[in-house]
């Protein structure tokens, strides 16, 4: 499983980085792309907050919870035996990888970075490829956590030993 969590971090980490070269040399700050009307363009911002630009002007705090954040999907992929979880958490760190990158190494100043958004949601906010690693990342997580389904792909038994599944089946 540990494969599998390694190649959807890696890839989500490389094209998250590569569509942000490409929207620096391509788009021009403030100008708006459109793509499907209103609802979809690109716009280049670089954004010193968080999600839909929260905490803005504190990007060593965002910094910093990046790293914890990145440290505790580390430590949970060292438990990980299901292909579900390997592929939620590889998508996460892929996410905060990417973006932790950006606050890092990007302008203004090493760990005061501001992240490169470029994809503009109807002006409701502007995102990249790492925000929609992390939002795709968090619901499988969410989804394996009301499916009770553990780290290691199993389902915990009720007292009498069986699973909702097998409940269900009889019914």
């Known amino acids: 499983m540990l494969r599998w969590y390694v190649i959807a971090a890696v890839v989500t980490l ?3 980085q590569a569509t942000k070269v490409w929207a620096l040399g391509a788009l021009t700050d403030g100008r708006v792309v459109p793509l499907v009307g209103d609802v979809l363009s690109l716009r280049l911002i670089r954004n010193s907050g968080a999600a839909f630009s929260i905490g803005d002007d504190m990007t060593w ?12 999907i580390l430590w949970a992929a060292l438990r990980v035996g299901s292909g579900r979880w390997a592929l939620s958490l590889g998508l996460l760190l892929g996410g905060s990888l990417g973006n932790l990158y950006d606050r890092f190494f990007r302008d203004p100043a090493p760990l005061h970075g501001h992240v490169v ?28 956590t009301f499916a009770n ?3 290691d792909g199993s389902r915990p038994q009720h007292a009498a030993g069986r699973h909702d599944d ?3 089946a009889d019914e």
């Open 117 to 144: 958004d470029f994809i503009d949601y109807g002006g409701l906010f502007v995102g990249n490829i790492a925000d929609i690693a992390i939002v795709g990342g968090a619901a499988v997580l969410v989804w394996l």
């Open 166 to 168: 097998e409940e269900q």
């Open 149 to 151: 389904i553990g780290l």
């Open 14 to 16: 490389v094209l998250d």
């Open 61 to 72: 705090v965002m910094t910093l919870v990046a790293v914890g954040v990145t440290l505790a």
